[in-house]
């Protein structure tokens, strides 16, 4: 079964950086697409950042776009989502997600939940004024 495992959330500053890891544990897949969503107390989970695994192409929320940098590293099988210029308004969980299939080649396709199979279980992230 596969668990996505993400790590590196936390409290920091306004105008400070965190860098979110996720990595797979269990059977390894291969992905086609790997994602970042973040939900915020009382709203929707919403997209911020996605990456295709095997181009290394990217895809950023337009709240995030300049500040936030999605990566991947393919011998640890691990993803990453580096964060600076952190605002206030950035306070949510962090979710790492997986999509074994492509879905098309339009961006706007990955910004929807059901794009992806697997999720991890979040990590806080809390940025103070």
């Known amino acids: 079964q596969v668990q996505l495992v993400e790590s590196g959330g936390g409290l920091v500053q306004a105008g400070g950086s965190l860098r979110l890891s996720c990595g797979d544990s269990g059977r390894t897949l291969s992905y086609y697409v790997m994602g970042w969503f973040r939900q915020a107390p009382g709203k929707e989970r919403d997209f911020v950042a996605a990456?295709?695994?095997?181009?290394?192409?990217?895809y950023y929320a337009d709240s995030v776009k300049g500040r936030f940098t999605i990566s991947r590293d393919n011998a640890k099988r691990t993803v990453y989502l580096q964060m600076n210029s952190l605002k206030p308004e950035d306070t949510a969980v962090y979710y790492c997600a997986a999509g074994q299939s492509s879905r098309g080649v339009l961006w706007s396709n990955y910004r929807m939940t059901p794009s992806y199979d697997y999720w991890g279980q979040g990590t806080q992230v809390t940025v103070s004024s």
């Open positions: 990456i295709r695994w095997t181009l290394g192409s990217t």
